[in-house]
T-cell receptor
Framework: GAVVSQHPSWVICKSGTSVKIECRSL??????MFWYRQFPKQSLMLMAT?????????EQGVEKDKFLINHASLTLSTLTVTSAHPEDSSFYIC???????????FGPGTRLTVL | SQQGEEDPQALSIQEGENATMNCSYKTSINNLQWYRQNSGRGLVHLIL?????REKHSGRLRVTLDTSKKSSSLLITASRAADTASYFC????????????FGAGTRLAVHP
C-alpha cells in the first residue's frame, strides 16, 4: 500500500516550452501533496504544498507563476514548469500525505532536462 | 530553507559493520523521519519517531531522538552492500500539515 507514482519519469524539452509532471497516489487518498526539487548530490528542497481544492502554498523564493500547481482531486496533483530554461533542469519529486497520517510517501521522481 | 544538518556527509564501511548517522535540527518539531534514496531514485520511508519518543526500532534500524539537544541518530546494524544509498532526516513541523524540512543527507557506501 501507499504507492505514489509520477509521470513522466524523465523528460527532455527545449528552452521556452512548458512541461507538466503528474503525481498520483495510487491506493490512498491524499489531502496534501508536496513538491520538491533536488539538484545533483544535494538534498530535497520543498517548493510548494498542495491541498486538494485550494491554492498551493509556495516556499519563499519559488516563483508561483513559473511553477504552476494544481491539486484537482484527492489522488492527483500536477506541477507545470512554464517557459522552462536550462536552470530549471533538476530532479522533481512529489510526496503525498494520507488522511490522518504523518507519513509522507514519495514518488519515484521526474528528471527534467531543458536544452 | 534546510533545517537539518547531518553528519557525516559521507560514510564508507565494510559489510557487517554498523553505520551511524546523525542529524541535528534547529526548531521545535512534531516528528522526525528518516528516508533512504538510491542514486537517482525516489525516497523510501524508513522510520518516523515522534517528539515524545526517545527510541524506535525497525528491523536492523534503530533511531534515537533527543529533543533537548535537537538531534537524532540512525543506526544500521550488520550493514549490507544493498544498504548503499543516501540517507536523509526530515523534520515535521508542529503546526498544520506535516511540512518536512530535509537535512543535507549522508551518503553511505557499504563495501562487500
Amino acid at each position: 500500500g501507499a504507492v505514489v507514482s509520477q509521470h513522466p519519469s524523465w523528460v527532455i524539452c527545449k528552452s521556452g516550452t512548458s512541461v507538466k509532471i503528474e503525481c498520483r497516489s495510487l491506493d490512498f487518498q491524499a489531502t496534501t501533496m508536496f513538491w520538491y526539487r533536488q539538484f545533483p548530490k544535494q538534498s530535497l528542497m520543498l517548493m510548494a504544498t498542495s491541498n486538494e481544492g485550494s491554492k498551493a502554498t509556495y516556499e519563499q523564493g519559488v516563483e508561483k507563476d513559473k511553477f504552476l500547481i494544481n491539486h484537482a482531486s484527492l489522488t492527483l496533483s500536477t506541477l507545470t514548469v512554464t517557459s522552462a530554461h536550462p536552470e530549471d533542469s533538476s530532479f522533481y519529486i512529489c510526496s503525498a500525505e494520507g488522511i490522518r497520517t504523518d507519513t509522507q510517501y514519495f514518488g519515484p521522481g521526474t528528471r527534467l532536462t531543458v536544452l | 530553507s534546510q533545517q537539518g544538518e547531518e553528519d557525516p556527509q559521507a560514510l564508507s564501511i565494510q559489510e557487517g559493520e554498523n553505520a551511524t548517522m546523525n542529524c541535528s535540527y534547529k526548531t521545535s518539531i512534531n516528528n522526525l523521519q528518516w528516508y533512504r534514496q538510491n542514486s537517482g531514485r525516489g525516497l523510501v520511508h524508513l522510520i518516523l519517531i515522534r517528539s515524545n519518543e526517545r527510541e524506535k526500532h525497525s528491523g536492523r534500524l534503530r533511531v534515537t531522538l533527543d529533543t533537548s539537544k535537537k538531534s537524532s541518530s540512525l543506526l544500521i546494524t550488520a550493514s549490507r552492500a544493498a544498504d548503499t544509498a543516501s540517507y536523509f532526516c526530515a523534520t515535521g513541523g508542529s503546526g498544520g500539515y506535516n511540512k518536512l524540512i530535509f537535512g543535507a543527507g549522508t551518503r553511505l557506501a557499504v563495501h562487500p
